[in-house]
């Protein structure tokens, strides 16, 4: 854990440049007609989400619809989903989630009609959040889930580590803090890999709540300071006003009264010069239970009450059930049974919608469906993989079949042609042979002939003796 602590402190210490020249040349990109739509878009894009988003989101709508004509008069869908997303986000921050419902479900419809896998990602992330500060967790995990899911795929580290955090905090506020560490340490990977502020600020403000949860507090205060100060850095009013919130919780348990109530009042305007209700709510609970442990109980109710109409108001369940506690104990140290034992039952009941069987049935459903997907898709690569491998082996076979049907075809044939080639040989020789024997017949006919036709000369011609006498007597005569 050490070793990961450092890393992040690392993540801190990274240089960039002043909050209003930023956006002072966000602006100037905005107003240059002569630059590209896209890089216009992109300019007013992150000028509202980094320049008012979490400080003034009345501004931050108003600068993002800007962004949604402009984008729609070009037929940008993809700026125009992003500026919804904005505006969800403004809503979301000022606690009003059936405008913030309303407006992210407008840019999830868009994304998937582009097919914009990154983008759907983010909304469905988007609507999740907005789930999850209902107390819906079922249907909060459910969205989580799909976001990692498709995050995974297409390789959006920044996403998925943003997935990961979340259904870590389900976890955690289900008090499985051990499942929780195990997606938050996943997401702590993608963070090393990105190098996201953002990313680094939730880390710390999440192993900050671990570190708490197992009572070492001095490493819990740690972590929340170091959220503070990128929070701080980046300009996330809502990310400031939960550290502050988180640190002052902490000097609450370590009985440092005084302390604790300094930050929570910094919580508390952090959070309403932002709007943040359901932070505003979570902090004015927190100092009402101060001023409980200063046995000042007409502080600790009032301050309750206002965090309990809060909570109602938009309708954030855990703030119910936190402030709804805090007035049960308040009521019943002071002997107002009546209004303790309201309290108690509305406390009870909120908060079995959050911590009840199903819901974490729900989640550990979701999960195994999620995980037995992932590893349905990974089995089906794999075999098709595996089917390929199996088809290229066979196709190798088969063609060494057929070649060697081609060799023995080939074999066969010249066998023939040969085998031909020798019987016409052997014909021809026989024809030869008996050619010669006529001839040598024939032959030794004239021969016999000739030697015939000799002897019958030879017998009727005088012999050369008898001529020699003849001419002799001649001579003489």
Known sequence: MKIKLLFLFHIISLAGFSQKAYLDSLWKVWSDVSQPDTVRLKAMDDFAWDGYLYSKQDSAFYFAQLMYDFAESKGLKKFQARALNTQGASFNIKSNYSKALEYFTKGLVLREGMN????????????????????????????????????????????????????????????????????????????????????????????????????????????????????????????????????????????????????????LKTRTEINDKQGVSASLNSIGQIYYKLKQFSAAIENGKKALEIATEIGAVSQISEASLSLYNTYKKINNYKDALLMHELSVKMNDSIKSEQSKKDVVRQEFKYQYEKKTAADSVKAIEEKKVVAAQFKQEQTQRYALYGGVALLLIFGGFMFNRFRATQKQKSIIELQKQLVEGKQKEVLDSIYYAKRIQQSLLPTEKYINKSFVRLKKN
């Open 116 to 267: 914009d896998k990154r983008g759907v990602a983010s909304s469905l992330n988007n609507i999740g959040l907005i789930y999850y500060s209902q107390g819906n967790y079922k249907s909060a995990v459910e969205f989580y889930t799909r976001s990692l899911k498709i995050a995974e795929e297409i390789g959006d580290k920044k996403g998925e580590g943003i997935a990961l955090n979340n259904i870590g905090t389900i976890y955690r506020d289900q008090e499985d803090f051990e499942k929780a560490r195990e997606y938050y340490d996943r997401a702590l990977v993608i963070v090393k890999q990105t190098g996201d502020k953002h990313g680094a600020a939730v880390a710390f403000n999440n192993f900050g709540i671990i570190y708490r949860s197992e009572g070492d507090l001095a490493k819990a205060i740690e972590c929340y300071m170091q959220s503070l100060k990128i929070r701080e850095e980046i300009g996330d009013g809502q990310g400031e006003g939960l550290a502050l919130n988180n640190i002052g919780i902490v000097y609450k348990q370590l009985g440092e009264y005084s302390k604790a109530l300094e930050y929570f009042n910094r919580s």
